[in-house]
């Protein structure tokens, strides 16, 4: 993982550093910037962003997991606020101010920008959601664009489909998430150059078996 400090500017006095509980795990190749705060047993999948050093904090709650090539960013006097339980899926961005509640699926490629999301809602792929207020268990269809008040009142509830996908995606991280905290003690595991993975080869008669570091 690659962990950086927050620079000093104008509007910050103070070098902020990343904070991960020591239940979390992320990923040798995602980016955490200033203060950026993971909770317990959440998880960071390869190549996602999470840039505080502008708007700050950015807090990752208790068992959230952030997927691949995920953006996270925020304007200045702003923060971002990810409740626990919740699913960003790949390549998502969300770009704060945002405040999402509990048990929330953002979906693929999907955009979240100056929102506060509802506990139990369900953002479609390749949806937009930005200046606007969703209210608990509100689903927003695949590629649908809100962006004013009237069009958030107007969507239907998160279902029990949706629910139950939630709840599969969430089980599944958490199982990954598992799994790769057993293997960080082993060489294999690092990519990092400091502990390259060389098989050891061991020959039996003419057969020839790769035992993994």
């Given at each position: 993982?690659?962990?950086?400090?927050?620079?000093?500017?104008?509007?910050?006095?103070?070098?902020?550093?990343?904070?991960v509980?020591?239940?979390?795990?992320?990923?040798?190749?995602?980016?955490?910037?200033?203060?950026?705060?993971?909770?317990?047993?959440?998880?960071?999948?390869?190549?996602?962003?999470?840039?505080?050093?502008?708007g700050?904090?950015?807090?990752?709650?208790?068992?959230?997991?952030?997927?691949?090539?995920?953006?996270?960013?925020?304007?200045?006097?702003?923060h971002?606020?990810?409740?626990?339980?919740?699913?960003?899926?790949?390549?998502?961005?969300?770009?704060?101010p945002?405040?999402?509640?509990?048990?929330?699926?953002?979906?693929?490629?999907?955009?979240?920008?100056?929102?506060?999301?509802?506990?139990?809602?369900?953002?479609s792929?390749?949806?937009?959601?930005?200046?606007?207020?969703?209210?608990?268990?509100?689903?927003?269809?695949?590629?649908?664009?809100?962006?004013?008040?009237?069009?958030?009142?107007?969507?239907?509830?998160?279902?029990q489909?949706?629910?139950?996908?939630?709840?599969?995606?969430?089980?599944?991280?958490?199982?990954?998430?598992?799994?790769?905290?057993?293997?960080?003690?082993?060489?294999?595991?690092?990519?990092?150059?400091?502990?390259?993975?060389?098989?050891?080869?061991?020959?039996?008669?003419?057969?020839?078996?790769?035992k993994?570091?």
């Amino acid at each position: 993982m690659f962990l950086e400090s927050s620079p000093v500017t104008s509007w910050s006095g103070e070098i902020k550093r990343p904070q991960v509980h020591p239940t979390a795990f992320i990923h040798h190749t995602a980016v955490l910037i200033g203060d950026v705060r993971v909770g317990k047993n959440a998880i960071v999948c390869p190549g996602a962003v999470l840039r505080a050093d502008e708007g700050t904090p950015i807090v990752i709650g208790e068992g959230v997991n952030i997927q691949d090539r995920v953006v996270m960013h925020c304007l200045k006097g702003g923060h971002i606020e990810v409740g626990e339980d919740c699913s960003i899926a790949h390549g998502a961005v969300i770009h704060g101010p945002c405040v999402l509640g509990r048990e929330i699926f953002v979906g693929f490629n999907a955009v979240v920008h100056d929102a506060r999301v509802g506990s139990g809602s369900f953002i479609s792929h390749c949806a937009l959601v930005t200046n606007v207020e969703l209210a608990e268990s509100t689903l927003v269809p695949a590629g649908r664009m809100v962006q004013d008040p009237g069009e958030a009142a107007g969507l239907p509830r998160t279902g029990q489909a949706e629910m139950e996908f939630c709840g599969k995606v969430l089980e599944a991280n958490e199982e990954l998430r598992r799994g790769y905290k057993g293997m960080q003690h082993l060489e294999i595991h690092h990519h990092d150059g400091l502990h390259p993975h060389k098989p050891r080869i061991r020959r039996r008669g003419r057969e020839e078996v790769a035992k993994e570091a």
